[in-house]
């Protein structure tokens, strides 16, 4: 921490200069020294410097009042003071005038390089935060909500700016927690509809006629219950965007009429023989392998490449570390203002926690450990003492070992024998029940009864089908076919 860092000595004695130089230097700081008030000002003006040590009791200008002269040139300067026994009142004055900390003499010199660790610390994440929210405050005019500056999510603000002004149909793959509406809200935000409606529609959460009621509307008379005509989504919709989350969980009797309304632009009402016309852009999301589906049966091709047509990729948190610390000083702000907790700022030890870990559950994942912290943060600084234990004990998931044949391995068979027997044991481990399961792996529900469906796993049969006896365990070998 204190290597390369520009540390200001103001003392009017040579022999505290002498020992702080020295001090330092040997931490492979870079001092710069001034025997007065004013030549420590001096230099403040004509360089910048991480951290400024100066001493109380001094002719001319007073510690005090160079500590006043150094905060008004920089604001985020740490001042650390160096005081005597008999003036300790005076400097606890001081820091509530903006000193960082107080040193007395004599001192130790462990303990000084404690208190300049600190302040350099927190002068850099002062820095820091002050970039992330400007970075934020340049995204937030175009993209709402969606954070990031990797190259990865570089790509994604591309195709977004590209492709909003068009009607096109847009596909967004990504895991769950990635942030798939936010995308679609931004590609509408940008486009020449903004200011008409961006209706979601929660493909997998109604039954077959109820989705399609809420889809295409229904006439009077249509089922026991339609006691009046209703206007479906998509003429809510008109001239506007609608956003079909999890288009793989549409039911496949309903994909043909959707597969008709992206091509023809017109429905039926459920029960009605007029034909209702629409503008709608179309945008579905997916956290599962469409392609998958469709070789399997279970999603229309013709459906498929009608959505197709330009597809945006999300990728998981793991592989955007680089917008970790971005992500969460926004979550900060953002539940710092809902819980009236102002200039939060997370210690340089809980931010290394954050970028270690892998997330799962990406992004919404992060946003409910900051929303945690903020809630549980007794002061200014949230250290990792308020990080959760799942995520400070985190390891980094290593492959058990295997032996590579000599004719080499089937990659695809390989992952799907993997994921075959990870879902197995999970089964096995939440002792059957599917909803568990779902939670063990950090994944949705629906997503776990795709994969089971695609690897023909039999929940029934897996449970309780294998003996703890049968378990290779940690650092065993695994076969591979």
Known sequence: ??????????????????????????????????????????????????????????????????????????????????????????????????????????????????????????????????????????????????????????????????????????????????????????????????????????????????LESNLFGHVKGAFTGAVAPKKGLFELADHGTIFFDEIGSVPVETQAKLLRVIQER??????????????????????????????????????????????????????????????????????GAENEKVGLELTADALDLLEEYDWPGNVRELENVIERAVVLATGARIGPELVPDAVRTARPFQLPEFVMPAEGISFKAVVAAFETQLIERTLDAAGGVQKRAAEMLNIKPTTLNEMIKRHDINPRRVRGARSGSDDPGPGSQVRLP
């Open 1 to 210: 921490m204190l290597r390369d860092a520009s540390v200001l000595v103001i003392d009017d004695e040579e022999i505290m200069r002498d020992i702080l130089q020295t001090l330092l230097e040997r931490e492979g700081s870079k001092v710069s020294l001034a025997a007065s008030g004013e030549a420590g000002l001096a230099l403040a003006r004509a360089h910048t410097f991480d951290v400024a040590v100066v001493d109380v009791m001094m002719p001319g200008i007073s510690g005090i009042q160079t500590l006043d002269e150094l905060t008004a040139m920089d604001a985020d300067l740490p001042v650390i003071l160096i005081t005597a026994f008999a003036s300790v009142p005076n400097a606890i004055a001081a820091m509530k005038r903006g000193a960082f900390d107080y040193i007395t003499k004599p001192f130790k010199n462990d303990e000084v390089l404690v208190v300049l660790r600190n302040a350099i610390e927190r002068r850099r994440l002062v820095t820091e935060n002050r970039t992330l929210r400007e970075t934020l405050r340049a995204q937030s005019n175009q993209f709402s909500e969606i954070i990031g500056r990797s190259a990865p999510m570089r790509r994604v603000f591309g195709l977004i700016a590209q492709a909003a002004p068009s009607r096109t149909t847009i596909l967004i793959e990504g895991e769950s927690g990635t942030g798939k509406e936010l995308v679609a809200r931004a590609l509408h935000a940008n486009s020449n509809r903004a200011d008409r409606p961006c209706i979601t529609v929660n493909s997998g959460s109604l039954p077959p006629d109820l």
């Open 266 to 335: 017109e429905f039926m009402r459920l029960g009605g023989v007029d034909t209702v016309k629409v503008d709608v852009r179309i945008i579905a999301a997916t956290n599962i392998d469409l392609k998958s589906m469709v070789d399997d049966g279970r999603f229309r091709e013709d459906l498929y490449y009608r959505l197709h047509v330009i597809k945006v990729t999300l990728p998981p948190l793991r592989d955007r570390r680089d917008d970790i610390r971005l992500l969460a000083q926004h979550f900060l702000e953002k539940y």
